[in-house]
């Protein structure tokens, strides 16, 4: 049975940073591709970064230049590293595999 489970969310002030984890359990984590998603109040979900498992990246342009990407196979581990935060990051923040979704973790920006 998959299972991922955010973490890491909170209140940050715009132009601040917060790290993202999701821990992953029940898949071959290391040969998979791992997805982050957010869906803001009242918007769909979007893509916002995904790694393949060769380590190949790409990001959403809304965050490119701001958010890293970056994984753990060891740990089975899938980190977003978020700097430069705006208000319209805000949003819950899900992790992805194939057709299986966390929760999601909320990520609000604001002064």
């Known amino acids: 049975q998959v299972q991922l489970v955010e973490s890491g969310g909170g209140l940050v002030q715009p132009g601040g940073s917060l790290r993202l984890s999701c821990t992953a359990s029940?898949?071959?984590?290391?040969?998979?591709?791992m997805a982050w998603y957010r869906q803001a109040p009242g918007k769909q979900r979007e893509l916002v970064a995904w790694?393949?498992?060769?380590?190949?990246?790409n990001y959403a342009d809304f965050v490119k230049g701001r958010f890293t990407v970056s994984r753990d196979n060891a740990k089975k581990m899938l980190y977003l590293q978020m700097n430069s935060l705006k208000p319209e990051d805000t949003a819950v923040y899900y992790c992805n595999y194939r057709s299986d979704w966390g929760k999601g973790t909320l990520v609000t920006v604001s002064s």
């Open positions: 790694i393949t498992g060769g380590n190949i990246i």
């Open positions: 029940g898949i071959m984590f290391s040969f998979n591709t």
